[in-house]
């Protein structure tokens, strides 16, 4: 079965300092993408970064670059110059198969940046 | 701009109360999924749908149903309320040819 793990429950950085974020996952699926979520306390569920299994080049958006590991079956988020906007819950996801299917979630990553 | 709406934000119900939610999109997406937010937890999918009419279950099932009767609406019924049902319950909406989700704004139910 497919499985998504952060093992960060809570992480703190510095303004402008740069951050990562780990996530692992499991699957036995070729074909898979892995999202990113930005959830600030209002709760609105943010689209941050996409990567897909079959892309060779690691993505980026912005400040938002996803650090993909396919032998590790990682795909760490790494936020460069963190902002004090960033502090939020962060959701790694994997969705298995077909673009638009289920989205398995990790427990979530709290980032809080100090001033 | 593209919505999932949930009908209400915040709710409060009784324990063996029967609870609708509800959750309505305007992108003309196939896919629909309910998911509860729990700390410590992430999100764990309950039910999803793929078409009108059809339902699968998720990770987390029990206690709860879903009706899909119209493309756009997709409800979540939780057919005797109890207390570990107390959560934040989040809509989203995805269609097949993109990697795009859209998530609704969330509705946080508490059983009392």
Same mark, same amino acid.
């Given at each position: ?38 959830q600030?306390?209002?709760g ?61 979630f990790?427990?979530g ?7 | 701009?593209? +919505? ?5 934000? #915040?709710? %409060?119900? =009784?324990?063996?109360?029967?609870? $609708? ?14 998911y509860r937010q729990d700390p410590?937890l992430g999100l764990r ?11 699968? +279950? ?5 206690? #709860?149903? %879903?009706? =899909?009767?119209?493309?756009?609406? $997709? ?12 959560s934040m319950y989040l ?15 969330g ?6």
């Amino acid at each position: 079965a497919q499985k998504i793990t952060q093992t960060q429950p809570g992480m703190f950085v510095q303004e402008k300092e740069a951050v990562t974020l780990d996530c692992t996952y499991d699957t036995s699926d070729q074909s898979y993408g892995l999202f990113w979520y930005k959830q600030p306390s209002s709760g609105e569920m943010i689209f941050l970064i996409y990567q897909g299994s079959y892309d060779e080049q690691n993505a980026t958006e912005g400040r938002y670059s996803l650090n993909f590991q396919k032998a590790r079956k990682s795909a760490n988020l790494v936020i460069s110059a963190s902002q004090l906007g960033d502090s939020a819950m962060y959701f790694c996801a994997m969705r298995e198969g077909n673009q638009g299917g289920k989205l398995i979630f990790g427990q979530g990553t709290e980032l809080s940046v100090k001033p | 701009d593209v +919505k999932v709406t949930q009908s209400s934000r #915040y709710l %409060v119900k =009784r324990t063996g109360e029967k609870v $609708f939610l509800e959750c309505v999109q305007d992108m003309d997406h196939e896919n629909m999924f309910w998911y509860r937010q729990d700390p410590g937890l992430g999100l764990r999918l309950i039910y999803f749908s793929y078409d009108v009419k059809m339902k699968e +279950k998720g990770d987390i099932p029990e206690g #709860y149903s %879903v009706s =899909r009767e119209k493309k756009e609406r $997709f409800s979540l019924i939780l057919e005797s309320a109890s207390t570990n049902q107390t959560s934040m319950y989040l809509c989203a909406s995805s269609v097949g040819q993109s990697y795009g989700y859209t998530f609704g704004s969330g509705t946080r139910l508490t059983v009392v």
